[in-house]
């Protein structure tokens, strides 16, 4: 049964050889999609590994950093020192998060954010706010911690717990 199948398929393939062609190309144009960025692309890779969570890439273009999980964007900071307190990606000043956690009528003293990534929300803080960050994977803060300095500019005081959010927030 095996050698009918394959005897078929192969017949058919080859009474059409420009369908043939133009679906190895497709497929092939398709694979290197996700290659040809780290190949011609200008980015200089400071960390790439692969864990329980995911493949994680911290790479430098242009005047950013940023921090990939996959095809996920999970932050970025300005390499210019005078700009690395600004918070990029989703959180910058105009998005809602920034426009709420800027605004006088959300003075919180502190919150609980899940998910670290860069520790891109610490540029919001305050020295007489706290501000809680609950992770699940431990490689996340050790990269935000290393190649990101949202952390530990912040004026807040930051706290880190590491592990299942929602087992950790029904503990309280």
Not at 30 to 35: A, I, R
Not at 138 to 167: C, H, M, N, Q, W
């Amino acid at each position: 049964l095996l050698w009918a199948v394959f005897a078929f398929v192969y017949s058919e393939l080859m009474a059409r050889p420009v369908a043939i062609a133009v679906s190895v190309l497709v497929i092939l144009s398709l694979s290197l999609t996700s290659f040809l960025p780290s190949i011609w692309g200008n980015y200089k890779y400071l960390y790439r590994h692969r864990n329980y969570y995911g493949f994680y890439k911290v790479y430098e273009s242009k005047e950013k950093r940023s921090l990939t999980n996959g095809s996920i964007l999970h932050g970025a900071q300005y390499l210019a020192k005078e700009r690395q307190s600004e918070p990029l990606t989703y959180y910058t000043y105009s998005t809602p998060v920034g426009a709420m956690l800027k605004s006088p009528f959300f003075d919180f003293k502190r919150i609980g954010i899940v998910g670290l990534g860069t520790g891109t929300l610490a540029a919001y803080g305050a020295p007489d706010k706290t501000i809680d960050f609950f992770e699940l994977d431990p490689e996340v803060y050790a990269i935000a911690k290393k190649y990101f300095t949202y952390l530990d500019d912040s004026k807040s005081k930051i706290t880190y717990v590491i592990g299942d959010a929602r087992l950790s927030l029904a503990a309280v």
